[in-house]
């Protein structure tokens, strides 16, 4: 578990966008262990992207990214993709659990590629704290949209991230699964000091959290 | 959960396509691995059974069938030839050593052969009951016979006329077993080894044949061959049709004699006196006869020589382009389960952008992806490659239970070949190239426009 109040995340200066056509132009943005921010902003702001170039998918044009005293920036390819699974968990809209596998197996592949110790215990405890622990065995095509994003979630936590990313995680669940499954997220995230970033366009959801940005404001 | 167990979970979860591949992959492996033991088996066979006999005499015709016939007692035989003038090349500088053989009767379906003990020296074999003959009427058996008629030392048979079932029955002259070889894995196994003066004095001038009831009338399909020596009262088309292929449902009940009954008297020939044989196997003193002997021999004589090996060449060259074309559909095979591999992970691959990309979230490197699609083919082509083997090996040893029982031929399916290892490096190989594709492909996934696609 990260130090409370320690900056996990670090934002300077970060420039991105296509063919000269500016997506993200970020002066400074820091999140700390156990604490939560929101980006907010209209559609086509640069938030995914935004989300994407913290998460080393993208590279940045300028500036700098620093997850948990690394600079993403300076890394390698191959780096990055392992810091990646071992210091960020990423939730996504659409849920990408893979489907040939279980979920427990679901979550073992996400310990393995964190390149911790794989630990069926530590996974059925990550599945119990979310609530759905008895869907183990099952395959992801069979769970209801709720429950495979609480998957997802604890998928996303099983390996202890100092960083956790979750683009629009609630967008395609009915108010009241959204408001369930935010409310877990800040408060599994809070529980293992794990900073959030969370994209979001519903400025009710940035509401529940404890920092937001508007990248829209920005531009 | 390692990426072996993700692929292992991609391929179980597309279960029809993976099956269809390995089964497919199976279907050609087996295919060549068949032809490649039971051809290996066969030539080393005839090649073992052909050790020692460097040129064989027999009757003018086809070298083939004189090699077939004599070597491996395989074909009939192309005729008689004159025992004098056989000896007479027999005793030339360039031969080290010559057997004679005298065929012309068998006994359910296993051909009875007039020779020297020297005959069994050819093969290092020796009785493993009882003894080698030493009077007329004494017969040695070899392993396949005592097993396929359950003769042993002590019993006696009538021989009978020809070489398959029908022929007359030399019922007042029986042979008495004094002696069953163990098995040699050769031609010995299934044969009945006599001396030259039974098979001579059997068909000696004064002796008649008696018929059995159940015997059909001879076709007369082999021109050639006939009885050992002169034997009146054959007529030129009753001689032909002493010949016919074995056939082992012929009733056997006919050629058990009481073996307590004395022994007829031999009627004494005088060896080398006017009689016959059917070939002379020879081994040649020194190498250089192979240049001279053959060619004199007929160039000068009544008799065809041939070579077991250079006619054993030449048949396995025209069986092999039957092979060839065997072995090209094998390959065809291997090359569909191949491409359809390919077509399989190819197809997968844009229905699993998404997991690739989240893979890539989770942590996975563009190595660990490629590697993983390849790993899919690997599994396939091994899978493939692990049934075709047990399926050929399998079949091969059917094969070859059931080959000892009817010929007395050995097959086994417990041989492993090196060929077989660099088809499996091949077909391993096919897997990974199969794959090589796609799993670049995976490894050029665009993770954050695959995310943002959605």
Known sequence: MANMGQTTLQISDLRFGYDARPVVDLPALSVSAGRSCALIGPSGCGKSTLLHLVAGLLRPQAGRVVVAGHDLTVLGDAELDRFRGRHLGIVLQRLHLLSALSVIDNLLLAQRLARVPCDASAVRRSLAELGVEDLAASRPARLSRGQAQRVAIARALVHAPALLLADEPTSSLDDANAARVLELLVQRTRAHGTALLLVTHDRRVSGLLDDQVDLDGLR | ?454
């Open chain 2, 1 to 454: 959960m390692r990426l072996a167990g993700l692929a292992w979970a991609h391929l179980r979860a597309a279960p029809l396509g993976s099956t269809l591949n390995v089964i497919l992959m199976a279907l050609g492996t087996a295919s060549i691995v068949l032809l490649l033991l039971v051809g290996h088996q066969i030539g080393t066979t005839l090649a073992r059974e052909a050790r020692g006999v460097d040129l064989v005499l027999g009757a003018k015709g086809s070298p083939v069938q004189l090699v077939l016939s004599s070597v491996y007692h395989a074909d009939v035989p192309t005729g008689n030839i004159d025992y004098d003038e056989a000896l007479r090349w027999a005793g030339d500088a360039r031969v080290a050593d010559a057997v004679p053989l005298a065929l012309g009767d068998s006994v359910r379906g296993f051909r009875i052969v007039g020779t020297t003990p020297a005959y069994l020296e050819l093969y290092r074999a020796a009785p493993a009951q009882g003894r080698v003959w030493q009077a007329p009427a004494e017969a040695v058996i070899g392993a396949a016979v005592a097993r396929g008629t359950g003769m042993g030392v002590g019993d006696g048979f009538a021989g009978v006329h020809g070489l398959g079932a029908g022929g007359h029955a030399h019922g007042q002259r029986p042979y008495r077993v004094v002696g069953v070889l163990g098995p040699t894995g050769t031609v010995l196994d299934r044969l009945v080894l006599t001396s030259l003066d039974s098979v001579w004095n059997l068909h000696a001038p004064h002796l008649s044949h008696t018929r059995p009831a159940s015997a059909v009338e001879d076709t007369g399909r082999t021109p050639g061959l006939g009885p050992i020596g002169p034997v009146p009262g054959h007529e030129q088309g009753h001689e032909q049709g002493h010949e016919q292929e074995q056939d082992h449902e012929h009733d056997h009940g006919e050629d058990r004699v009481d073996a307590s009954a004395p022994m007829p008297q031999a009627v004494h020939v005088q060896t080398g006196s006017g009689q016959q044989i059917t070939a002379l196997l020879i081994r040649y003193a020194t190498p250089l006869a192979a240049t001279t002997l053959p060619r004199q021999i007929n160039a000068q004589s009544s008799l065809q020589a041939a070579s077991p090996a250079y006619e054993l060449t030449r048949l396995l060259g025209l069986v092999g382009l039957g092979l060839d074309g065997l072995r090209a559909f094998a390959g065809v095979l291997i090359a569909t389960a191949g491409l359809s591999l390919f077509a399989t992970l190819y197809g997968a691959l844009k229905a699993r952008q998404h997991d690739l990309a989240m893979l890539r979230c989770l942590g996975a490197t563009r190595g660990e992806l490629l590697c993983g699609l390849l790993l899919e083919g690997l599994m396939i082509s091994a899978a493939g490659a692990a049934l075709g083997f047990g399926l050929a090996h399998g079949l091969v040893e059917m094969l070859g239970q059931w080959l000892a029982q009817a010929r007395g031929v050995r097959l086994t399916g417990a041989v492993w070949l090196l060929q077989e290892a660099q088809l499996l490096a091949g077909l391993l190989g096919i897997g990974l190239i199969a794959a090589a594709l796609p799993a670049w492909q995976a490894y050029r996934v665009d993770v954050a426009r695959t995310l943002s696609e959605g």
